[in-house]
DNA sequence: CCGCCCATGTAATAAGTTACATGATTCC
DNA sequence: GGAATCATGTAACTTATTACATGGGCGG
């Protein structure tokens, strides 16, 4: 029921195509949510039969037609409404990764450093794309306008969150070899 | 599917019964996976089918019978299995809050800030909560056993992440109240 | 006496993923 | 010629959540 919250907030920025939406889940620059092509453009449907959403077709010529997007005075106070609802439901995380680090009591030392190391080298690439993400999108701006708050925000917190989790494999690594041989 | 991994994880620490495997997830020193009662008691009963995992009623009195579950061989094999896989899936996050940040800009900095205090009040929380856990569980110990390896270094990402969201709330609040009046 | 903890389960519903389906364009 | 991008959708399936169900013990 939250994926059409994601979806309105990402509208209350302009016009968007449902494919355009999967995108920014897709290509990450955000931390806090994910979905499918699919589910996104069912909760479109749904939403534009409750009125939250309406859409204008794009004739295109060398790219397929598009529907761009756009929420309406409805589905922008349902929008508010939610996210002003006292209770704040805490985050559900599944990180694969970290499953298999807590199970490494069952496996080798050798073979949890050469797991760390994978992620590490993962989780690297990946805070280099969003530290660069973030300098070509906001520039040297620390004080973007208030329309973009909620991006900048949020993906301060991203790149925050790729760095905390470099430095703790990095820790992760240095204890990991104390329990060599 | 990996729900499954998290709990043969948990059993290869020593017996559990589903209501301790619950607990775990529900009493939150576990910041990476996430699950409800119904769903650990359906997957122990697939398990054991699957000769998995094998039980021992324990009589009690004073409070319910229970279940004590053992990992098998099998089990255990399956287990080491899935965390030699070379493909890891990116960790997925539902963090509601997050979600409601990413649209401050549709509602004005005074709603924003209380949100955001809130939330850091709750993070405060939990990381006080976490740093406690992990003194009791550990003490001064900053080297425990191998067979502890798994839980340590993920009640330390836990604290870390909890760390990071307390800082990044700080950050965020410094940033709105320069878009105050 | 009310609510929480212990302890386990099933049924119904909702949410999310994967596979199936199509098709032009552009880059290597 | 093959893969990736743009663009949308449906069908089948798996996973996850909520509600329903039971019941004794214990503390305030």
Redesign the interface.
């Known amino acids: 029921m939250?994926i059409r919250?994601?979806l309105?907030?990402?509208l209350?920025?302009g016009p968007h195509s449902g494919y355009d939406l999967h995108s920014i889940f897709k290509t990450q620059h955000?931390?806090?949510?994910?979905s499918t092509h699919s589910q996104v453009y069912q909760e479109l449907n749904k939403m534009r039969d409750e009125e939250l959403v309406t859409y204008e077709t794009i004739v295109q010529e060398g790219s397929p037609n598009k529907k761009l997007y756009t929420i309406t005075h409805k589905g922008?106070k349902r929008?508010?409404e939610?996210?002003?609802e006292e209770a704040?439901?805490?985050?559900?995380?599944?990180?694969?990764?970290?499953?298999?680090?807590?199970?490494?009591?069952?496996?080798s030392?050798e073979?949890?450093i050469t797991?760390l190391e994978?992620?590490l080298a993962?989780e690297k690439a990946i805070l280099a794309g969003t530290s660069q993400w973030q300098l070509e999108y906001y520039g040297e701006h620390t004080?973007p306008s208030?329309?973009?708050?909620?991006?900048y925000?949020?993906s301060?917190?991203g790149k925050?969150?790729a760095k905390?989790y470099v430095?703790?494999c990095e820790?992760?690594l240095e204890?990991?070899e104390?329990?060599r041989v």
């Open positions: 939250a919250y994601a309105l907030g990402l209350t920025k955000i931390y806090f949510w994910n922008e929008l508010i939610w996210m002003m704040i439901k805490p985050a559900k995380i599944k990180d694969e990764f970290l499953l298999r680090v807590s199970a490494f009591q069952a496996i030392v073979e949890a797991l994978r992620i993962r004080h208030y329309l973009e708050i909620g991006s925000l949020t301060e917190f925050r969150y905390m430095e703790w820790w992760a204890l990991l104390s329990y």
